[in-house]
Structures are given as C-alpha cells and as structure tokens.
C-alpha cells in the first residue's frame, strides 16, 4: 500500500491551490453561467471566499439558485427519511414516510433520529442487522403498531389527517435499476445518472466496469466510514466530465489538439476549487484516541483511504483515464481532496 499512498512534489503541486485570478474567473464564468445578476464572489487572501452583492434587492427576491456539487445521504439515515438521491427532496408521501420509518423500526433497524437520551451515559448508536455504529441516539425499545396499520400507511391505503396539505412527488425509481436511488422527476434522475450514477450503479444498466466490485466498495465504505461514498461520487463526477469534454472536443476538430491531461484537469476543476487539507490531517481526533498515537491514528484512516481507493478504480476506472491519470497520481490526489 505504501507505493499507492506515497507523496511527492508532483502530488504536493497538484494539491496546491489555483492562482488567484484563475479561481475569480473560475467563479465569473459559474455566475454568468448560473445567470445570478447582482452578485460576485470575490477572493480574500485572508478571510478566504465569499459572495458579496453589488446591487440592490427587493424583499423575496431570489438571489442565488445553485445545485450542489456533489452530495450524499447518510447510510443511517436512509432510515429515517426517503428523499431523492439528487436534490435530496423529500418524496413519496407524510404516510409512506412515517410508515417506511415505522417498518424499519420493526425490524429492528433505527436510524440517528433514533432513540432518548440515555440516563447512563452510554454511548448512543445505530443499530442495523444487530450491528452498532457510534452516531446519536441510544437504542431504546419502542411499542410496535400491528403489521397490518403499517403496511397500510407504507401503501397508502391509510391517510392521516392534514397530509394533504403537503403533497410529495411520487418516488421514481433508478433508471439503471439498483434499489438505492429514488427521484422526485425525471430530470433529477436524469441529472443524477449524466453527474455520477451511471457509474456507481449497482443495477442491470450500470455502467461500472464490474458490479462485483462495486459491491465490494460499497461495502467496504458502509463498514468503516461512508465518506467514501461521497469521494466515489466525486471521482465518478470527473470522470464523467472529462469524457464529456473530450466529446465535445472532438466535435469541435479544432486544428490544434488540447492535451487530453488538460481535459482530466479541467474535469477536475471544481472540486479542486473547494479543495482545503487532506482527509486524514483534518478529521478531528477521537475523545478515545490518546494524543501520542494521533501519528498512528491518521496513518490508520490513510490506509483505510488508500484501500477503498484500491477497490473503486476496480469498479468504475477505465483504461484510457487511468493510463493518462497515473503518471500524476491524479486518481490518490483526488480522492484525498474528495474526502476532505
């Protein structure tokens, strides 16, 4: 693992931020792009970034409508709540979400939502499949409604009072058909599968190299921090957008060829922009992890990231994007910016 997790100059360089005006008119062009008028972002060497206005606004006026960049659910919390896998909206309906919420605690699965405050001080947790995860709120037993009222809620057979005043989009399923994701519409599945999905898939239509594989990162991710999920997402981002540049590239035939690193690089480009430290160096230290072995510690969560690492090039990295990342190490570099 030492050959994939090893820095040097060119990683330190890559990892470096873009020079100030390359990152203003990085953020012009995403304004314009956006078309937000009477807003800029400006650059501050020392409180950072931020987005000012430069003109007036009237009282509920929209300023500024973006969509995030990447973004996942947390594992637990696919318990507690079913929303699309892209904007994050609630769907479904008030009944099939207490109802869903309902069945799984029948089962015995709870999510961070979950459970009183313990008298004892212990730990609070998730628990799912009899497994336990540290997260915030401690298991505790419940009452449980008859099988027959849930189902009812979950099928919508049953309406509670006053729900109707808040209506939900119907849940759509995943157009590759894994039974992960749900959409609120078809743009946002569309969205979703164009951005990252199309790769990630678990379903019949994925577009992974191998469903085994991806399988085994999934897991992996789910078993020691879910994080990886979101630099997945990141990674598969890029190189979905590089093959689009390349596309579009192409069917410009421009007479002088742009290097297809630039490309990679230009793909890269946004998540780069949000880039702050490394994963391992910023991620707080436990309460249980003595300040002599911090050392230990963050070379144990590098290697953690060094083997999911390992497992996702397996699952969605293609010949071509791997032969032109290597020599740069681009594929560590951006997985360790997409975990910060």
Known sequence: MDSVCKTDEKIAALLSPLPTLQQQEYFNKLITSRRCNGIEVKLNETIGKGVYVNSEFQEDELILKDQILVGIQHSSNKVDCLVCSFCFRFVGSIEKQIGRK?????????????????????????????????CGGSSSSHNTLPEGVVSSLMNGEMALPYTDMFPLPSPLSCPGGCQEAFYCSESCAEADWE???????????????????????????????????????????????????????????????????????????PVSIGYKRRWWDCIALPDDVDLSDEG?????????????????????????????????????????????
């Open 195 to 269: 951005s990252s999905h199309s790769l990630l898939c678990t379903g019949e239509k994925s577009e992974s190299n191998s469903r085994e594989a991806l399988g085994e990162f999934i897991k992996h991710a789910n078993d020691t921090n879910d994080i990886f999920l979101l630099a997945a997402k990141a990674i598969a981002f890029t190189i979905l957008r590089y093959r689009k540049l390349k596309a579009e590239h192409v069917d410009k035939k421009a007479k002088q060829s742009e290097p297809k690193q630039s490309l990679l690089l230009e793909a890269w480009k």
């Open 296 to 340: 230990a510690f963050r070379m144990q969560i590098k290697n953690l990231a060094c083997t999911s690492l390992e497992l996702l090039k397996t699952a969605i990295f293609d010949k071509e994007c791997e032969a032109r990342i290597q020599p740069l190490h681009f594929e560590y570099d951006l997985y360790i910016v997409s975990t910060s």
């Open 102 to 134: 309902l069945y799984f605690k029948n089962l015995g699965v709870s999510g961070c939502c979950d459970g009183d405050s313990s008298e004892s001080g212990e730990d609070e947790c998730v628990k799912y499949n009899g497994n336990e995860e540290q």
